[in-house]
């Protein structure tokens, strides 16, 4: 009988031990993500968009360190774009990229913000690239960033300009969240947002089959609340563009499996401000829209501005 026993005190103590170790994997791969390099994302952008990262090189960019509030610097990049015919450019695009990636990744919609006679300021946020953050937080403290880029691009430029973000996968959450608490905020673009990071979450649990949901989501939640002071329950761009005012475009691939195509959907329903949905096709997965569908991107892009934004 001291087998048994000793097999039931063993199982008693290990299922818990087990599931805080499914729980912690789920945490850490929101908290640490492996994170891109800028010469591993360059030579991906070399790879998908030559043309485009030419274009990079060739601009004339400013490089400054905004500092976080949360105490760490934020490398950002200043591209100008003078329109003669315009006089005195007072237009600015902020570019926020993706998870895990880098600034490198805003370079397609910075191109295009450029065309349509946009200043751009983009930066790698805490956590990536060569910004500092010893965690990533998924929207949460990424939108407190943004706001600091914001204010020091007001403080930096002049208090007269005409802003708006464009934002892909995380960094599209960061500016759904920001732009319903900042009027300064005069249109977003928003690429493959999820609509509540709990969900997102509960998503990426589903698709791995042998972590079950419950109790590894509540603890993946509980350990990422405790580690990041952000709760997941909080970081809900669905209940964010219910509150907006700015225009907003949001675009999401038809393939992808990452972030559900149905989030965009989900957001768009939500919306209140003059809005626009495109879903891309050619199998676009996540945030491979732009590049599984150049053309028809760029021409959604400046039919949402010429028809739901006013630069006036």
């Given at each position: 009988?001291?087998?048994?026993?000793?097999?039931?005190?063993a199982l008693a103590?290990?299922?818990?031990?087990?599931?805080?170790?499914?729980?912690?994997?789920?945490?850490?791969?929101?908290?640490?993500?492996?994170?891109?390099s800028?010469l591993?994302?360059?030579?991906?952008?070399?790879?998908r968009?030559?043309?485009?990262?030419?274009?990079?090189?060739?601009w004339?960019?400013?490089?400054?360190?905004?500092?976080?509030?949360?105490?760490y610097?934020?490398k950002?990049?200043?591209?100008?774009?003078?329109?003669?015919?315009?006089?005195?450019?007072?237009?600015?695009?902020?570019?926020?990229?993706?998870?895990?990636?880098?600034?490198l990744?805003?370079i397609?919609?910075?191109?295009?913000?450029?065309?349509l006679?946009?200043?751009?300021?983009?930066?790698?946020?805490?956590?990536?690239?060569?910004?500092?953050?010893?965690?990533?937080?998924?929207?949460?403290?990424?939108?407190?960033?943004?706001?600091?880029?914001v204010d020091?691009?007001?403080?930096?430029?002049?208090p007269?300009?005409?802003?708006?973000c464009?934002g892909?996968?995380?960094?599209?959450?960061?500016?759904?969240?920001?732009?319903?608490?900042?009027?300064?905020?005069?249109?977003?673009?928003?690429d493959?947002?999820?609509?509540?990071?709990?969900?997102?979450?509960?998503?990426?649990?589903?698709?791995?089959?042998?972590?079950?949901?419950?109790?590894?989501?509540?603890?993946?939640?509980?350990?990422f609340?405790?580690?990041?002071?952000?709760?997941?329950?909080?970081v809900?761009?669905?209940?964010?563009?219910?509150?907006?005012?700015?225009?907003?475009?949001?675009?999401?691939?038809?393939?992808?499996r990452?972030?559900?195509?149905?989030?965009?959907?989900l957001l768009?329903?939500?919306?209140r401000?003059?809005?626009?949905?495109?879903?891309?096709?050619?199998?676009?997965?996540?945030?491979?829209?732009?590049?599984?569908?150049?053309?028809?991107?760029?021409?959604?892009?400046?039919r949402f501005?010429?028809?739901?934004?006013?630069?006036?």
């Open positions: 009988m001291n087998w048994i026993a000793s097999l039931v005190i103590l290990s299922i818990p031990a087990a599931f805080l170790l499914l729980g912690l994997r789920i945490a850490w791969g929101g908290m640490h993500p492996y994170r891109w800028l591993e994302t360059r030579a991906f952008e070399a790879e968009t030559p043309d485009l990262l030419a274009q990079y090189d060739a004339e960019k400013t490089a400054y360190v905004v500092t976080s509030p949360h105490g610097g934020l950002t990049y200043y591209v100008p774009c003078e329109d003669p015919a315009q006089g005195k450019n007072r237009k600015f695009a902020v570019i926020a990229h993706g998870f895990s990636y880098t600034h990744g805003s397609k919609y910075a191109a295009m913000m450029k065309d006679g946009y200043h751009v300021v983009f930066y790698d946020e805490r956590y990536h690239g060569e910004s500092g953050g010893k965690t990533c937080t998924l929207g949460g403290m990424e939108q407190d960033d943004l706001r600091a880029v020091d691009t007001f403080a930096r430029f002049g007269d300009l005409f802003l708006g464009v892909e996968s995380m960094g599209a959450v960061t500016a759904l969240l920001e732009q319903a608490d900042d009027p300064r905020i005069r249109f977003v673009i928003s493959c947002a999820f609509a509540t990071l709990h969900g997102q979450f509960r998503h990426l649990v589903k698709r791995v089959r042998y972590i079950p949901l419950w109790p590894s989501l509540p603890l993946g939640e509980w350990i609340r405790r580690a990041t002071h952000v709760d997941p329950a909080s809900r761009p669905i209940d964010a563009v219910a509150r907006a005012n700015a225009p907003i475009l949001f675009i999401h691939g038809e393939g992808d990452y972030v559900p195509t149905a989030d965009a959907t768009y329903e939500a919306c401000s003059p809005k626009a949905l495109w879903i891309a096709g050619n199998g676009a997965r996540h945030a491979e829209s732009f590049r599984k569908n150049r053309k028809e991107y760029v021409e959604t892009v400046h501005m010429a028809e739901h934004v006013s630069d006036r």
